[in-house]
């Protein structure tokens, strides 16, 4: 924790904190948590969607609402949040709404490694971080490389809907770029990554890393239903092949999905290996919820393509808990809950600095 961030904690009534984060996403259930928890909670809601978030008043402190997402690093919004006493929780949004600055600078404690953002921004970073680690990863080809099979390119910022496309030579890769950039979709191509195409299913693991237990768990996992590629399935391959469509990668809900038991301690075991990287890299360390993003093929290996260092939309499947948090806690744990349950944790033995940062 930086001395600025103890500062500001050290003019915070800590009998009186609460909970804060951007009304999307997940944020439901982090208040829904914090609720569970005894803390009180605070949504920054912009002024468009303020009815729809009113509907859970009773979840809801307090409101802080603004025109544009930027405006949380407004002197106002800051200054309300901190009257507030508040912890702010980044979800899977944040980075994308307020923007790589503001969310590093916020001025406010908040639950989760900040200097992990810039990687998870950096798509290249993001993949060295994972490799270092020991996790198996596709391959990353450079764009102008010969690749040696099925890849999918990846365009900074495109987000998997448009702007991601599959390619399995030098040749569609280039024409691939040409096109998104005479289409107007992508302004430039700098930062696009190369991925060998991984074969098999999606699997997103959600996990959770106790700095106050120093123990990791394993919350939950999903699938992404994506389209349209997951729609395209649906469609005689014959067909497909005259229609000639790109597939797009755009979440538009959650799955949820058992582990075969077996395949678990790998699960487990990567995401130790996060723990420990981020440990290491980005001292001092990954702090509550994160997510490995991965393809597992056959013979069961797992390859993990991506990863999230915040609560992701599908942990919002188990509100209840799920099967596992409940082999942890034996009572309906959300992640949201999990969260406020890490500050408590973290309060009632006086290592606050250990989960903000
Ligand atoms: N290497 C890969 N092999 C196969 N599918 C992939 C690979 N990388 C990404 N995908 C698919 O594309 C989707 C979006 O890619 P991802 O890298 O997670 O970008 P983002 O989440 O930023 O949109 C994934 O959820 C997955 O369905
Ligand atoms: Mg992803």
């Known amino acids: 924790m930086s001395s600025y961030v103890r500062d500001i904690l050290s003019r915070y009534d800590l009998d009186n904190l609460s ?12 208040v829904h948590g914090a609720k569970k928890e005894g803390f009180r909670t605070l949504l920054v809601v912009t002024d468009d969607r303020l009815w729809f978030y009113r509907q859970f008043r009773h979840l809801v402190d307090d409101f802080v609402v603004v025109k544009r997402w930027s405006e949380l690093c407004s002197e106002d919004v800051i200054e309300a949040l901190r009257k507030r006493n508040s912890i702010f929780v980044p979800h899977g949004s944040f980075i994308e709404y307020v923007g790589i600055e503001c969310a590093t600078r916020l001025p406010i404690p908040i639950f989760g490694l900040r200097s992990l953002f810039p990687v998870e921004a950096d798509q290249h970073a993001k993949m060295r971080l994972l490799g270092s680690a020991g996790i198996p990863i596709p391959r990353v080809y450079s764009v ?4 040696g099979g099925l890849v999918i390119v990846k365009l900074p910022g495109a987000k998997g809907g448009r702007g991601y496309f599959i390619a399995s030579s030098k040749g569609e890769i280039v024409q691939g770029l040409r096109k998104l950039l005479d289409e107007g979709v992508v302004r430039s191509v700098d930062g696009v990554m190369v991925q060998e195409y991984l074969v098999g299913v999606t699997a997103y693991f959600h996990y959770f890393y106790s700095p106050v237990l120093d123990r990791l768990e394993i919350t939950g996992a999903d699938i992404r239903y994506e389209s349209d590629v ?13 229609l000639g469509l790109e597939p797009t990668f755009t979440v538009v809900g959650n799955i949820p999905v058992v582990l075969r038991e077996s395949i678990m301690p790998v699960v487990m075991d990567y995401g130790a290996r996060f723990v420990e990287a981020t440990k290491t890299q980005l001292p001092p360390g990954v702090i509550g919820p994160f997510c490995l993003e991965a393809v597992i093929g056959r013979d069961t290996g797992v390859r993990v393509f991506e990863f999230s260092g915040r609560i992701v939309a599908g942990t919002n499947l188990y509100i209840d808990g799920s099967p596992y948090t409940y082999l942890y806690w034996d009572e309906p744990m959300s992640v949201g809950r999990r969260i406020s349950r890490e500050v408590k944790l973290a309060l009632e033995r006086g290592v606050l600095e250990k989960v903000v940062t």
């Open 144 to 147: 102008d490389e010969e690749p």
């Open 230 to 242: 997951d729609g395209l399935r649906r469609i005689p391959v014959k067909k497909l092949l005259e």
């Open 19 to 30: 909970i804060a984060t951007l009304a999307s996403h997940s944020s439901l259930q982090i």
